[in-house]
Protein backbone atom coordinates (compact mmCIF):
# COMPACT_ATOMS: atom_id res chain seq x y z
CA UNK A 1 0.00 0.00 0.00
CA UNK A 2 1.11 3.65 -0.58
CA UNK A 3 1.21 6.66 1.35
CA UNK A 4 1.72 10.08 -0.20
CA UNK A 5 4.00 12.25 1.58
CA UNK A 6 2.78 15.39 -0.65
CA UNK A 7 1.83 15.47 -4.76
CA UNK A 8 5.35 14.22 -5.89
CA UNK A 9 6.39 11.82 -3.05
CA UNK A 10 5.57 8.73 -1.67
CA UNK A 11 6.28 5.77 1.03
CA UNK A 12 5.27 2.11 0.34
CA UNK A 13 4.62 -0.45 3.11
CA UNK A 14 7.21 -2.76 1.31
CA UNK A 15 9.62 -0.23 2.82
CA UNK A 16 10.44 1.91 0.02
CA UNK A 17 10.33 5.67 -0.70
CA UNK A 18 10.08 7.50 -3.89
CA UNK A 19 10.45 10.85 -3.93
CA UNK A 20 10.85 13.76 -7.31
CA UNK A 21 13.94 15.69 -6.40
CA UNK A 22 14.36 17.53 -9.03
CA UNK A 23 12.40 18.03 -12.53
CA UNK A 24 15.07 15.91 -13.97
CA UNK A 25 15.35 13.32 -11.57
CA UNK A 26 13.50 11.30 -8.74
CA UNK A 27 15.17 9.48 -5.88
CA UNK A 28 14.14 5.13 -4.93
CA UNK A 29 15.14 5.32 -1.79
CA UNK A 30 14.97 1.85 0.16
CA UNK A 31 16.32 1.93 4.01
CA UNK A 32 19.82 3.83 3.66
CA UNK A 33 20.00 3.60 -0.23
CA UNK A 34 19.44 6.02 -2.86
CA UNK A 35 19.19 5.32 -6.34
CA UNK A 36 18.79 8.55 -8.87
CA UNK A 37 16.28 7.90 -11.66
CA UNK A 38 16.55 10.22 -14.44
CA UNK A 39 13.15 11.95 -16.27
CA UNK A 40 12.46 13.73 -19.05
CA UNK A 41 9.27 15.52 -19.06
CA UNK A 42 7.81 14.32 -21.86
CA UNK A 43 4.19 15.45 -23.45
CA UNK A 44 1.69 14.54 -20.48
CA UNK A 45 3.95 12.46 -18.51
CA UNK A 46 7.31 11.13 -18.26
CA UNK A 47 10.06 9.19 -20.12
CA UNK A 48 11.98 6.94 -17.34
CA UNK A 49 15.36 6.45 -17.89
CA UNK A 50 16.66 3.26 -16.47
CA UNK A 51 20.36 2.37 -16.67
CA UNK A 52 21.61 -1.02 -17.35
CA UNK A 53 23.69 -1.35 -14.91
CA UNK A 54 22.34 0.85 -12.27
CA UNK A 55 24.07 1.99 -8.78
CA UNK A 56 23.45 3.31 -5.52
CA UNK A 57 24.47 6.80 -4.85
CA UNK A 58 27.31 7.16 -2.00
CA UNK A 59 27.91 6.07 0.34
CA UNK A 60 26.59 2.45 -0.81
CA UNK A 61 27.75 2.49 -4.37
CA UNK A 62 29.64 -0.42 -3.84
CA UNK A 63 26.73 -2.75 -3.01
CA UNK A 64 25.77 -4.51 -6.05
CA UNK A 65 22.39 -3.90 -8.14
CA UNK A 66 21.64 -7.55 -8.72
CA UNK A 67 19.59 -7.85 -11.97
CA UNK A 68 16.68 -9.35 -10.14
CA UNK A 69 16.67 -6.09 -7.97
CA UNK A 70 16.83 -3.57 -10.91
CA UNK A 71 13.70 -5.65 -12.35
CA UNK A 72 11.48 -5.45 -8.41
CA UNK A 73 12.66 -1.18 -8.63
CA UNK A 74 11.83 -0.58 -11.90
CA UNK A 75 8.35 -2.35 -11.23
CA UNK A 76 7.94 -0.44 -7.97
CA UNK A 77 9.21 2.60 -9.79
CA UNK A 78 6.16 1.76 -12.54
CA UNK A 79 3.49 1.27 -9.62
CA UNK A 80 4.67 4.40 -7.78
CA UNK A 81 4.42 6.45 -10.96
CA UNK A 82 0.89 4.67 -11.98
CA UNK A 83 -0.81 5.26 -7.87
CA UNK A 84 0.47 9.26 -8.59
CA UNK A 85 -1.69 9.40 -11.74
CA UNK A 86 1.53 10.23 -13.77
CA UNK A 87 1.45 8.88 -17.33
CA UNK A 88 5.12 7.10 -18.13
CA UNK A 89 7.05 4.96 -20.55
CA UNK A 90 9.95 3.41 -19.36
CA UNK A 91 13.51 3.31 -22.00
CA UNK A 92 16.56 1.37 -20.87
CA UNK A 93 20.28 2.95 -21.53
Not at 39 to 65: A, R, T
Amino acid sequence: MFHRLNNRDLESDEGFAFKCVHRFYYHYIEGDKVLKIFVEPIKNGLEVIFESQPKWEEPSEKDEITEAKAIQIESRVRESLTFMGIKHIIRKK
